[in-house]
């Protein structure tokens, strides 16, 4: 059974109608459930169709963090061939937060890394929700240069409330990992596909989202702090998130408008989380097209290029 969130109340009791009805029908022969189920089934999706289509900044940023979303190893499996992970920064530590390694995207070599926040308590104190300490940025910085080495495309996925902020990251240096590990996405001289799945969380995010290519999911939510973290800040209480949410300009929509990413990618219909598998096979769709479209241009050029996007939107804020 799905995790209803707040604002699916009215979902989650029509299809606990359904249910009810299904369950009669297995108990009792004789009663006839199939025009009733057809039904309430048409009404179900006209009322998720228009739910999800009016879904405001804060309801986006639920499902963005709803537990059922596909994680990165769920993209993975389904999209990448060969998968190798490697472990480690050559440093200090392994951290399970970033997860990174070697495969094929539809037979062509590539990077993959991106964050994993888990699926159940045992996964996500293992993968720290998510959240990467130095070593994490500090790895992604390695298989980075790895696949500027070897020409191999560098594809992310972003899924992170932010960088770890415990005492220990910031005395490993969280902040210098972070610059580190965006400064190595825009010096690249191979494609970067970046993907924003489900959270993109301040700095922590955009380590590994300075690519040729930013795409986010239709309910992924892009930002640089929480909306809890700016109410905290503005009004001094989190209950304000949903304000704070509204005025970050958070959802695809939004940053799409503002060109701080490239495109959208459509989920089915009640969000990724209700169709793991066709969210998954519409990003890798649009990862396809971006490879193509950035395919023959020349190492210096995608550089160049990718500094020039990222430095636009400095200079267009400025404006």
Not at 16 to 32: F, H, P, Y
Not at 302 to 312: D, G, I, S, T, Y
Request: aromatic fraction near 6%.
């Amino acid at each position: 059974m799905l995790t209803f969130l707040d604002f699916e109340k009215p979902i989650a009791e029509l299809e606990g109608k359904i249910r009810e009805l299904r369950q009669l029908a297995r108990t009792d022969d004789e009663v006839n459930i199939t025009e009733e189920v057809g039904r309430l089934e048409g009404k179900l999706d006209s009322l998720l169709r228009d739910t999800y289509r009016k879904l405001d900044p804060w309801q986006k940023t639920q499902v963005a963090r709803h537990p059922e979303r596909p994680h990165f190893f769920d993209y993975v499996e389904r999209l990448v061939d060969d998968f190798v992970p490697l472990a480690g920064d050559r440093a200090f530590a392994e951290d399970l937060a970033i997860i990174g390694g070697l495969g094929r995207f539809r037979g062509e070599a590539v990077v993959v890394m991106g964050h994993e926040k888990g699926v159940d308590t045992e996964s996500r104190l293992k993968h720290n929700f998510g959240m990467a300490r130095p070593e994490g940025y500090r790895k992604a910085v390695r298989l980075m240069e790895l696949a500027d080495r070897f020409r191999l495309p560098v594809i992310t996925l972003v899924d992170t409330p932010g960088a770890y902020p415990g005492i220990g990251a910031e005395e490993r240096g969280q902040s210098e990992a972070i610059a580190r590990s965006t400064e190595a996405c825009l010096r690249l001289e191979v494609p970067v596909i970046a993907c924003i799945v489900g959270e993109g969380g301040s700095g922590g995010a955009v380590a590994l989202a300075a690519g040729n290519r930013v795409m986010m999911m239709e309910h992924a939510v892009y930002s640089v702090i929480s909306p809890e973290g700016c109410a905290s800040i503005l009004w001094r209480t989190a209950e304000k998130a949903r304000d704070a949410a509204s005025a970050l300009k958070i959802t695809a929509v939004d940053l799409l408008e503002l060109n701080i990413i490239d495109a959208i990618v459509p989920e089915p219909v009640g969000g990724a989380h209700r169709d793991p598998d066709a969210a998954i096979d519409a990003l890798g769709e649009a990862i396809a097209r971006s490879l193509d479209e950035v395919a023959g241009i020349s190492g210096r050029r995608l550089r160049q290029l990718r500094r020039e996007k990222f430095l636009a939107m400095g200079r267009e804020a400025a404006g």
